[in-house]
């Protein structure tokens, strides 16, 4: 198994005639994704690399039978993009754009309440499961299949993260980009309880970094309910206060969200968290061998 | 982006919040005038810059005359401000703002920001006023209400009625309805401009019983500066490092810090874990910087030069994962750099991902001195040998 997306999926990209949606359509098919539709209004009929083009979501679920999408629409009309694809049902929803304002992200949080899809970011690389498909930006390459997932708020760290995990024999289950904005669709214990349930899956990375309390939450949780090894790495131990560091929501603001606390939330939570960069491949070796089982 | 209290003010005064009468003023002279048309005494001189703790830091001054407007805003103007948000050189204050004084009976707090867990509006109230909330939240959390907002159904009158309702002693019935409109018109304001924070500390009622804002601050969500084109000319370039407003004309992620060691990083999680790198190191960093992750040449050059132009940088660390941003893009960036500035420091390059033989290939065969890190645990090593060579 895998969580939330495998070889079945059937991918829409919403915004697929742009730059970046050309582009990753054509990765992601690349990569064996089976991107079935792409939507740009008023462009039905075209088609990228083979792909055919639809002027709505409805359309690409009436006709191709979609049941995911990854969204490239540029920020002002992403959130609109988002609350569209949920009102047909498409399960899960990955939203890459950066720089989506807030107030549009509580619009479709509260839009995505009483509705099925899942929501990946914004402002996320998307999410992969290695051999089976990707839905989203990552490097396909460095991922291999296995048994290890991996939860992160960043998206560069992430294929650092995934490269070491590789490099000692560690592969992945499902590796997903929560997003670095400051409302996010689906946080790391949304993601902890599919993993829960996950027969491949052994053991869990989750990379945090400095504001929100997201990681105090997922701390709390795991002590709770979650029997699954996990191993923790926080960025941004020497970011300054008050001062927003590329990500939206890494923002230490009135003395909350620093990696200290998290770093210690997750610690009085006994869960092991790596100080080493360099060396986190090797310490999450140490605590997961055994995930190596199916590794080849 | 953040906003002057003078600006906050007249926006506050469009969205109909009550503001003391006032006039923005350059120097000295300026605010003598200012003063003569303006009601008083007394007076109040406060520092226009980017920071908090203003009163404190001296930044706020009450003149009983139109002499002691004068001495007070020339001697504002005159030295740089010190408060706990500026760091220990202060920033230069260019502009005050000259005020007619307001008798004050009682202080509140109140506030309009997104709680981030709830992804909802949440208007923060509290008797406690002219203090700061967060140390107000920690010693009396009682005293700190809230009420968050359906975006779907608005700010409504319960909401402001359960806050202002919680006061005690309750104002008297007039006064208590100002409050209350005060908290509409604040959130009214907070959804129209793309507040990330709109702010009133403290909200006061006078001696005369009138409800009026004292101070004023507004945060924008610098996402949402695309469709607040009005607000983007109230930017003001003087409130931030000259190399951060560099950086902002490139579209790069600048931060400046205080080490030694500059870093070039794409994403900005890998970046702060960078960061985090050279300190275990036993360095500082001297910069945030993430050059994103579709990052051009042209952007690698500029942010290559402006970590140059940093003179406390004693030698750089370039990180680079490439996904989108293709190692040959990148080592074709730092290339055109070292033509144009000469790279006076050591420079140790990291480079991982798409295409990263072409992009050492281009690295070893141009003229450039470098080190190559074949990981980061390497890297890190690499800059600690640097710090060693410089103690």
Redesign the interface.
């Known amino acids: 198994m895998s969580i939330l997306v495998d070889e079945k999926t059937r991918v829409v990209v919403q915004g697929i005639t742009g730059r970046?949606g050309a582009f990753h359509t054509m990765q992601m098919l690349k990569y064996g994704t089976l991107v079935a539709a792409g939507v740009t209004p008023g462009k039905r009929g075209q088609n990228v690399e083979g792909v055919p083009v639809y002027n709505t979501v409805h359309e690409a679920v009436k006709y191709e039978g979609v049941n995911a999408s990854c969204v490239f629409v540029p920020?002002?009309f992403a959130a609109d993009a988002v609350m569209e694809a949920a009102s047909e049902g498409v399960g899960v929803i990955v939203c890459i754009t950066e720089?989506?304002?807030?107030?549009d992200?509580?619009?479709v949080?509260?839009f995505l309440k009483d509705r099925q899809s899942v929501l990946i970011g914004p402002n996320c690389?998307g999410i992969i499961s290695p051999g089976k498909t990707k839905v989203g930006?990552?490097?396909g390459h460095?991922h291999k299949p296995g048994n290890v997932g991996v939860i992160?708020?960043?998206?560069?760290?992430?294929?650092?993260v995934v490269?070491q995990l590789t490099g000692v024999g560690l592969g992945q289950s499902t590796c997903i980009g929560i997003g670095?904005d400051?409302?996010i669709g689906t946080t790391f214990i949304d993601h902890l309880m599919l993993f829960k349930d996950d027969p491949q899956t052994d053991g869990v990375v989750l990379?945090g970094?400095?504001g929100?309390?997201?990681e105090e939450?997922a701390a709390e949780y795991i002590q709770a309910e979650f029997p699954k090894p996990v191993i923790a790495?926080i960025?941004?131990?020497?970011?300054?206060p008050?001062?927003?560091?590329?990500?939206?929501?890494?923002i230490i603001s009135?003395?909350k969200g620093k990696?200290q606390d998290k770093i210690r939330a997750l610690e009085e939570a006994g869960i092991t968290v790596a100080?080493?960069?360099?060396?986190l491949g090797e310490s999450v070796f140490a605590v997961m061998k055994h995930a190596a089982r199916s590794a080849t | 982006m953040k906003l002057h209290e003078y600006q906050a003010k007249e926006f506050f005064k469009r969205f109909g919040i009550p503001v003391p009468e006032g006039k923005v003023t350059r120097s000295g002279d300026e605010a003598l005038a200012a003063a003569r048309e303006l009601k008083g005494p007394p007076w109040v001189v406060k520092a226009q810059v980017h920071a908090g703790g203003r009163g404190k830091g001296g930044g706020v001054k009450v003149a009983g005359s139109i002499e002691d407007v004068k001495e007070a805003a020339s001697a504002i103007l005159g030295t740089p401000l010190v408060t706990k948000?500026t760091g220990p050189d202060g920033r230069k204050v260019h502009q005050v703002l000259v005020e007619e004084g307001v008798q004050i009976d009682r202080e509140f707090y109140l506030a309009v920001v997104?709680d981030?867990?709830k992804?909802?509006?949440v208007v923060i109230f509290s008797q406690a006023g002219g203090m700061e909330?967060?140390e107000v939240a920690v010693r009396t959390p009682e005293l700190v209400l809230r009420q968050f907002v359906?975006?779907?159904a608005g700010w409504m009158s319960y909401q402001a009625r359960t806050l202002a309702y919680g006061l005690d002693p309750l104002p008297d019935s007039d006064t208590l309805k100002d409050i209350m409109a005060v908290m509409g018109k604040l959130y009214r304001a907070f959804?129209s401009l793309?507040c990330?924070l709109a702010e009133i500390n403290p909200l006061v009622i006078t001696e005369q019983g009138k409800v009026i804002a004292v101070d004023a601050k507004i945060n924008i969500?610098?996402?949402?500066l695309?469709?607040q084109k009005e607000l983007r000319a109230f930017d003001d370039p003087k409130e931030k490092d000259p190399l951060d407003v560099k950086a902002e004309q490139y579209n790069l992620?600048y931060?400046r810090?205080s080490g030694n060691i500059g870093a070039m990083?794409?994403?900005?999680?890998?970046?702060?874990?960078?960061?985090?790198?050279?300190?275990?190191a036993g360095a500082?960093?001297a910069n945030?910087l993430?050059v994103g992750?579709?990052a051009s040449e042209e952007m690698v050059t500029r942010g290559l030069e402006i970590i140059l132009e940093d003179e406390n940088v004693k030698a750089i660390l370039i990180n680079i994962?490439?996904?989108?941003l293709r190692c040959d893009v990148l080592a074709r960036g730092v290339l055109a750099a070292a033509e144009k500035t000469a790279i006076r420091v050591p420079l140790i390059v990291r480079l991982?991902?798409?295409n990263v033989e072409e992009g050492r290939k281009i690295l070893q065969e141009s003229k450039l001195k470098f080190m190559v890190a074949k990981?980061?645990?390497?890297?890190?090593a690499m800059v600690t040998e640097q710090v060693k060579k410089s103690a």
């Open positions: 970046e920020p002002l720089g989506i304002p807030a107030m992200m509580v619009k949080a509260a690389p930006i990552m490097p460095i992160s708020r960043s998206g560069t760290l992430t294929y650092e490269d670095g400051s409302i990379i970094e400095i929100g309390s997201a939450e790495f960025a941004g131990q020497t970011a300054p008050d001062k927003r560091m590329g990500h939206a929501g890494a009135g003395g990696a100080r080493n960069l360099g060396r | 948000q997104i981030r867990a992804a909802m509006p909330i967060e359906d975006p779907v959804v793309d990330s969500d610098d996402n949402a695309p469709r992620n931060i810090l990083v794409n994403g900005a999680g890998l970046a702060m874990a960078t960061m985090d790198v050279i300190k275990l500082e960093p945030f993430d992750g579709g994962f490439g996904g989108i991982e991902g798409t990981d980061m645990a390497e890297a890190a």
